[in-house]
């Protein structure tokens, strides 16, 4: 399943004294340097601890009350909930930076790593795509709109000019024309976006959360693990055979939550995936078909536009026929 | 070639005191509410009479020293002028009150008024086409850059996305084609703006230049007209002989100056007339066959990128295919 990577020798005193600074840290920050992993926007929060009300993390599913395992039958006072919610952050910031400082192993799924790593790649490149065809739709919404107001005027100078009288409908016509065959173009346009936007925003973002529950739960589960490794290390006695108790308690509470969460990000990066590949097929291939029916109903009008205005059509065999045009 | 309308009873003093306000009116909107012509936009400066540093009248081409004719053998002093283009400008202005209150007769020639009313429709409708050309060729532009970078996105995204390759080279390169397609219609649009510009700001108002000098001349000859006339109701004898045969020298000058002034008019009208349907009708027919090879070039292109990617078209039946396919 998982590895464990390899510890070092300082305390954590002697890094604290020598970093002050990263205390305030974040542990996602820390975590990304032990791992060199490229950083992420900053208006995305990722693995965090962030406080609700002083009490539970987001997107974290605690322990009953927040970390620790209580043996108390009364429900946890707010005083303790906070109590219990800084031993939780204490060791889990303990751990982050013992990680950075090689003193403390870590638990690495390379290949489920590899693939989440993969999945917030594909997150920002589908972003990407969705920005620019959003883009496009609204260019391209101004641009049928000008066409409609130009076939308008078009139409009343028609009127108004018996001397160029043709020219005007001839053109009027055609801006119309496409400037009506632009909406299917538009409408297609806004469906992939909107399509695209569920996907990149609602579908991934949903597998993204579990991913950051996930990722904070390996820290607890680390945490908590390391924690009984040094109790398991020391004499047994009778003052501390409680603690090596309530240790293993705790690592294999969060074990189970870590385990849990593993096979969750598992099984819904494969429904992820398989869901993915299937809206991206459709989406694109409406894409392509909606800019081909585009065209090809453009064509198709205006082949009868010149046949209607008896002109002969002139045949674009090379693609700078416009600007050759231009010389005439 | 004109008629001369109706004059009232009034006199001058009896309008300046009942409308102060006017004095400072400028003698074009005077005109234009004796003859209820609809108002010019406000941008537009019509036959006016304005200063250029207290001497001449711009778009004006004076007599010898301003309206007034000359005996003085030696120049004209700066105090003169400006004493002649008092005199001159209160003339004018006394005409055009006079004109608005019925009391003078004016010099009326509907048909080339009728044109010189065309032509400012005219340019007023072009310059309408021509805004609307801008903004299409600066909408598509964006257009086709983001058509373009799109193109790059899938083409990225194709080579990291094996499940999704074709679909996304597909699409790459249909973006990519459109969007070197559209630059060679951009260019035409770019063409089209540019002609339609020079036809309406340069060629149609270098007309209206020698329009509005042309209605300046038709002021002051009435307004020496009426001079003429007043002073040949008069009894003549030998204290106002001079005033006669000086008003009869002024107003045979600004007679000459007027025709001079209208048959450049209707000369210029005449060729603007011919050279502007000959730039329409190429500049409207470039704009029709550029829209048409953009859309056989890219009905081309599409074709034969569905040969390479093995597709078959689907036949574009009805015009909202685009649309029909996203229900699909």
Redesign the interface.
């Known amino acids: 399943m998982s590895r464990i990577s390899s510890s070092g020798d300082h305390t954590v005193h002697e890094y604290i004294n020598r970093n002050v600074e990263t205390d305030n840290m974040h542990p996602a920050i820390l975590r990304s340097e032990i791992e060199a992993r490229p950083m992420r926007p900053r208006s995305f929060v990722p693995n965090s601890l962030p406080l609700k009300n002083t009490a539970t993390p987001r997107g974290y599913t605690p322990s009953p009350i927040n970390g620790e395992i209580s043996n108390s039958k009364y429900p946890a006072s707010k005083i303790e909930v906070i109590k219990n919610w800084s031993v939780s952050t204490y060791k889990c910031t303990k751990q982050l930076i013992n990680e950075k400082l090689g003193k403390s192993s870590k638990t690495v799924d390379i290949e489920l790593e590899t693939e989440i790593e993969q999945l917030r790649?594909t997150q920002k490149?589908y972003g990407?795509?969705l920005k620019?065809?959003k883009?496009?739709a609204a260019?391209?919404q101004?641009?049928i709109q000008?066409?409609q107001?130009?076939g308008e005027?078009?139409a009343?100078?028609s009127q108004?000019s018996p001397?160029?009288q043709q020219?005007?409908i001839?053109?009027s016509e055609?801006q119309k024309s496409?400037s009506?065959?632009g909406e299917?173009?538009l409408?297609?346009l806004n469906?992939f976006v909107s399509s695209v936007n569920t996907l990149c925003n609602k579908t991934i973002e949903d597998t993204l959360i579990t991913i950051k529950q996930y990722e904070c739960s390996r820290i607890e589960y680390d945490a908590y693990r390391s924690d009984l490794e040094m109790l398991a290390q020391m004499p047994r006695n009778e003052s501390n055979i409680d603690r090596v108790d309530d240790a293993q308690q705790n690592y294999q509470h969060h074990k189970e939550e870590f385990e849990k969460l593993r096979s969750d990000v598992i099984v819904k990066l494969k429904f992820l995936d398989e869901n993915r590949?299937k809206v991206?097929?459709k989406q694109?291939?409406?894409?392509?078909?909606?800019?081909?029916?585009?065209?090809?109903?453009?064509?198709?009008?205006?082949e009868s536009s010149?046949k209607q205005f008896n002109i002969k059509?002139?045949?674009?065999t090379t693609?700078?026929?416009?600007?050759s045009?231009?010389e005439?």
Do not use: D, R
């Open positions: 790649e490149k990407n795509i620019l065809a883009n496009m260019q391209f101004c641009f000008t066409q107001s130009l005027a078009f009343e100078l108004k001397e160029l020219e005007f001839q053109n055609t496409l009506k065959n299917s173009l409408n297609s469906f590949v991206m097929h694109l291939l409406m894409f392509h078909n909606a800019t081909i029916a585009y065209f090809s109903n453009n064509h198709q009008a205006l010149l059509p002139k045949s674009p693609p700078s026929l416009a600007a045009w231009l005439k």
